[in-house]
């Protein structure tokens, strides 16, 4: 305590001084780096701007969580958490959607376009309710069904809210269950104004009577052609020089593919694939002989498997089949005698040992019907077992009076998933252990035209069964192993030994000359990641790469900068190039794009080329000179661009129905996709349609109809495009 009193009054002010200056220090870094920044004049803390409206990271933040809660909850079949590459395309799409909201919002407020609170409430709370509030479900149990009927009942919304605003301390101890509902509902209503937005421009869709009268004739109009396609590799390319001017005039030409939508950037990448060493190999093959000993005497399979393997609850008591071990060293293994063990062997990215633990004669399938009279549903108690076991005898009485099996299924059984095929199942033998063990067995070691009465209690089918097994198929051994796998993995010192070379990559190439030299020194794989925006998540070829693009994106990142040492996924090491920068609207000529464009302004010339070469000569002569064959396609059809023997050629779809052109006469060169085409048109076909009325009207209507369809769904597909598009959004790409 002395001690103390003398820090106390000799340094107490000293200490006083230290602690204000270190909160001086930790209010300028905070006000430098993150929210005070507004005061300080530091950078903006938002996540981006959309026409002028912030999108701060706490509101960015909560979209995510709504929409991985969503995503998990309708899409994911019950799977709880996301890997880094569903989670990158979900931040991309759920970008997207924030930017087309917010377009969509300004639009609808200037046409006065609402949801009002009784189309939400329906929306939510009637019988009329958003199919996702229908299928809002606790671990797969539609909680919102009856479950008596099996049919939706709006009135349990308002129960289970009221249940988890009362009780939710104890029903959902993590508020994980409250979250999602709310989530839910706060889709639900805003996605109600975009379809009330989208459906002003889809039902617009409309096709008139003389469009689809010219459309059918286009089907029913037909010609046939003789041609010769001479091939752009039938020039070479040191015939044809490519210049700068010649790329900008094609780049002029067609402005329209060379214009971005928005800003993107290009880079080259090398990888440093973290993979196993001979060495990790080794200490692998070390420890599984080490245990096959072991495997071989131990009494305790269950536990020696499960404490060994690096599989999670590696060991099953699955029967297997030949056909059902789906091992390439199953022939070895069904012939083993019980007790060995086999191995080390490697498959699926790792090394095992297996031992045969037991021989039996199963059938490989089993089909069964069965009634099911619950006990509970969705973990709730819904009747006794004395008034289950009951339901279930007057089932069995109901059939041995003659009852049909499928019409007693349908008035005592609660098997919502069997009720609509009379009960009937049918399960593989590799599936036995996810079955009720006295379903399951029953089924299995059972005899095709046996009943039996089982009690079962699980999670999903507690409750009484009443099953006949119907039919037994490939009966023949089958074989229960104890399978030990160790994964091949990189150890640390190969990692570390991989990491070290990238960084030693990266510090030495620090320029783009060094770069690309270097790798192609050390025939490195580099590839290009192009067209990379703001907003990306995910690089092509890398996969989820936020770190990556952050860099392109940084102030001082310009083309021709080489990166740090990025780690992905913790499967690979990659250093960056930037090659170009693309801003909005028309592109420059980059190294990514000139490639593709030169070669395209190689086969104009070539086209020039051939064309001047064969001009006026029959196709027999150019078939000859070209080293070409003459071919015929006897079905070219107006309505449509693809041509038989000859594939997708628009332009001469076109050529062969042009009025202008002559029958029997050769036509001028007609540059396609993969070469110049010389044709002669034999003859062209045009059926008249039947006259208006009766069964033409019918038809006219069923092509509007589905003609229009496809417009609707053409327009939904490209109206958020055209949207986000028109919408000026600024990121900001260090605080995703």
Not at 517 to 546: C, H, M, Q, W, Y
Not at 575 to 581: F, G
Not at 627 to 644: A, E, H, T
């Amino acid at each position: 305590m002395a001690v103390i009193t003398t820090i106390r009054n000799k340094y107490g002010k000293v200490a006083g001084g230290v602690i204000a200056l270190a909160l001086v220090g930790f209010i300028v870094s905070d006000a430098t780096n993150g929210s005070l920044a507004s005061l300080f004049g530091g950078k903006d803390t938002d996540v981006m701007e959309i026409d002028g409206k912030k999108i701060d990271p706490r509101y960015y933040s909560e979209r995510v969580k709504e929409y991985e809660t969503l995503y998990l909850l309708y899409n994911q079949n019950g799977r709880t958490s996301l890997d880094d590459a569903a989670r990158a395309q979900m931040n991309e799409q759920l970008v997207q959607l924030m930017v087309y909201e917010a377009a969509v919002d300004e639009q609808c407020d200037k046409v006065g376009l609402n949801v009002s609170d009784e189309e939400k409430k329906e929306l939510v709370y009637g019988m009329n309710c958003d199919p996702m509030i229908r299928q809002f479900n606790i671990e797969g149990q539609q909680i919102f069904n009856d479950p008596q009927s099996g049919q939706f009942d709006p009135g349990r919304i308002k129960a289970f809210e009221k249940e988890i605003g009362e009780r939710g301390d104890k029903l959902d101890p993590s508020g994980k269950l409250r979250d999602s509902w709310k989530y839910v509902k706060a889709y639900v209503e805003r996605a109600a104004r975009i379809r009330k937005f989208n459906a002003l421009f889809g039902n617009a869709a409309y096709v008139p009577k003389f469009q689809m009268k010219r459309m059918m004739q286009d089907q029913q109009s037909m010609a046939s052609v003789r041609f010769v396609k001479v091939p752009y590799t039938s020039v070479s390319d040191a015939e044809v020089k490519v210049s700068d001017d010649d790329v900008k005039a094609y780049m002029q030409k067609h402005a329209a593919l060379f214009n971005n939508d928005e800003a993107t950037r290009n880079m080259e990448y090398v990888t440093f694939e973290i993979v196993p060493s001979s060495a990790d190999s080794a200490r692998v093959l070390a420890k599984l002989e080490e245990l096959k000993g072991e495997l071989g005497s131990t009494k305790d399979d269950e536990t020696f498997v499960n404490a060994n393997s690096d599989f999670t609850n590696s060991y099953t008591k699955s029967y297997f089949n030949k056909r059902t071990l789906q091992s390439r060293v199953a022939d070895t293994v069904m012939s083993l005698p019980v007790g060995s063990v086999y191995g080390p062997y490697y498959e699926n990215g790792g090394y095992n040992i297996i031992k045969v633990t037991d021989r039996k004669t199963f059938p490989d399938s089993a089909k069964i019907r069965h009634i099911l009279v619950r006990t509970k549903a969705g973990g709730q108690d819904i009747r006794t077992d004395s008034a289950a076991s009951m339901k279930i005898d007057s089932a069995i009485a109901a059939l041995k009076a003659g009852g049909k099996f499928d019409s007693v299924v349908r008035v005592f059984s609660e098997d919502d998933g069997s009720k609509d095929k009379g009960g009937e199942y049918t399960f593989e033998l590799v599936a036995r252990p996810g079955l009720s063990k006295e379903f399951g067995d029953f089924a299995f070691e059972g005899k095709p035209g046996e009943t039996k009465k089982v009690k079962v209690s699980n999670d999903n089918y507690s409750g009484y069964h009443y099953i006949e097994v119907l039919e037994q198929k490939g009966v023949g051994p089958a074989v229960q192993v104890a399978l030990v796998n160790k994964a091949l993995t990189p150890s640390d010192s190969t990692t570390d030994a991989l990491y070290s070379k990238a960084v030693e990559f990266a510090a030495k190439n620090s320029t783009a000359e060094a770069f690309t030299n270097t790798a192609k020194k050390e025939n490195l794989d580099k590839r290009i990641g192009e067209n990379v925006r703001v907003n990306s998540f995910n690089i092509n070829g890398l996969g989820p790469a936020r770190e990556v693009v952050r860099w392109m994106y940084k102030e001082d990142t310009k083309p021709g900068s080489v990166s740090q040492v990025f780690t992905l996924n913790n499967e690979r090491y990659v250093v960056a190039k930037l090659v170009s920068i693309a801003q909005k609207g028309a592109k420059d000529i980059n190294p990514i794009d000139r490639p593709m464009i030169e070669q395209k302004v190689r086969e104009e010339k070539k086209a020039e080329l051939i064309a001047k070469k064969y001009a006026g000569k029959g196709l027999d002569a150019i078939a000859g000179e070209s080293m070409q064959q003459v071919q015929q396609s006897d079905s070219v059809i107006l309505g449509g661009s693809y041509v038989p023997n000859l594939g997708y050629e628009p332009k001469v779809v076109g050529y062969a129905f042009n009025k202008g052109f002559q029958p029997n006469t050769v036509s001028p060169a007609i540059k396609g996709q993969a070469g110049v085409y010389f044709i002669t048109v034999l003859n062209r076909n045009e059926s008249p349609l039947p006259p208006d009325g009766g069964m033409m009207d019918q038809i006219l209507a069923q092509q509007r109809m589905q003609q229009e369809r496809q417009m609707r769904s053409v327009i939904d597909q490209t109206l958020q495009q055209a949207m986000i598009k028109r919408t000026n959004v600024e990121y900001h790409p260090d605080n995703f």
